[in-house]
């Protein structure tokens, strides 16, 4: 496992584009997987987001991102769980669909995959909502519990072909998703709530039940 140290977010997307480039040509240049995994607010999203640019950008491959967020159940089957409040807990995920997914792409067979994409503002995941074509060869996966050690997830990893995790100070962690709540307008009550009972225990799962990655990077700063 490799360390980047806290270096800022365009330095840790750069390492993390150069290292799955290494690892597209070091597998014969065939299509690779990449997860990028995290607690919520550790800015995996963003990173992920920026890895795929510079992929295209700087590398001249071509990458995709793929969400793992599109695999949130509705909000109508977690009413019927009781567990609406705790959405984005492990349990609030189809664990087995996005693993067949992943499967899917890996192999790669087909022309084009049509793959969820969740939309925050209405909290709900778009079917098709992204295409990944047959001549993508870096897919980028983000998402919170892609290195859990929790059956089923366990069986995610071996899918992947390079595995980050990103770290970020339990502070910061909760700064920054108090801050995504107040953007949205939520009342104090409301944000303390969801922070506290929710998105931060996440989190803390997340950083003590997941696998060790190949590449660890921190994101605090």
């Given at each position: 496992?490799?360390?980047?140290?806290?270096?800022?977010?365009?330095?840790?997307a750069k390492a993390i584009?150069?290292?799955?480039?290494?690892?597209?040509?070091?597998?014969?240049?065939?299509?690779?997987?990449?997860?990028?995994?995290?607690?919520?607010?550790?800015?995996?999203?963003?990173?992920?987001?920026?890895?795929?640019?510079?992929?295209?950008?700087?590398?001249?491959?071509?990458?995709?991102?793929?969400?793992?967020?599109?695999?949130?159940?509705?909000?109508?089957?977690?009413?019927?769980?009781?567990?609406?409040?705790?959405?984005?807990?492990?349990?609030?995920?189809?664990?087995?669909?996005?693993?067949?997914?992943?499967?899917?792409?890996?192999?790669?067979?087909?022309?084009?995959?049509?793959?969820?994409?969740?939309?925050?503002?209405?909290e709900i995941a778009r079917?098709?909502?992204?295409?990944?074509?047959?001549?993508?060869?870096?897919?980028?996966?983000?998402?919170?519990?892609?290195?859990?050690?929790?059956?089923?997830?366990?069986?995610?990893?071996?899918?992947?072909?390079?595995?980050?995790?990103?770290?970020?100070?339990?502070?910061?962690?909760?700064?920054?998703?108090?801050?995504?709540?107040?953007?949205?307008?939520?009342?104090?009550?409301?944000?303390?709530?969801?922070?506290?009972?929710?998105?931060?225990?996440?989190?803390?799962?997340?950083?003590?039940?997941?696998?060790?990655?190949?590449?660890?990077?921190?994101?605090?700063?």
């Amino acid at each position: 496992m490799a360390d980047t140290g806290s270096t800022g977010i365009a330095a840790t997307a750069k390492a993390i584009a150069e290292a799955s480039f290494e690892r597209f040509n070091a597998f014969g240049r065939r299509r690779i997987l990449v997860a990028i995994a995290g607690a919520p607010g550790s800015g995996k999203s963003t990173l992920a987001e920026h890895v795929v640019d510079l992929l295209g950008k700087d590398f001249g491959a071509q990458a995709a991102l793929f969400p793992m967020d599109g695999y949130h159940y509705d909000d109508a089957v977690l009413n019927e769980m009781g567990r609406r409040p705790f959405k984005g807990a492990i349990d609030t995920f189809d664990a087995h669909g996005f693993r067949h997914m992943l499967q899917r792409l890996k192999a790669n067979e087909d022309d084009v995959i049509a793959v969820p994409v969740f939309d925050r503002s209405i909290e709900i995941a778009r079917a098709g909502g992204r295409l990944i074509a047959q001549s993508t060869e870096i897919i980028v996966c983000e998402g919170n519990y892609l290195l859990a050690q929790q059956a089923p997830w366990d069986r995610l990893k071996p899918i992947f072909d390079l595995t980050v995790f990103v770290d970020v100070d339990v502070d910061e962690l909760r700064r920054r998703l108090q801050e995504r709540w107040r953007g949205f307008g939520l009342p104090a009550e409301e944000i303390a709530q969801k922070v506290e009972k929710n998105d931060l225990p996440n989190g803390l799962f997340i950083m003590s039940n997941s696998a060790e990655p190949d590449l660890r990077v921190n994101n605090s700063a």
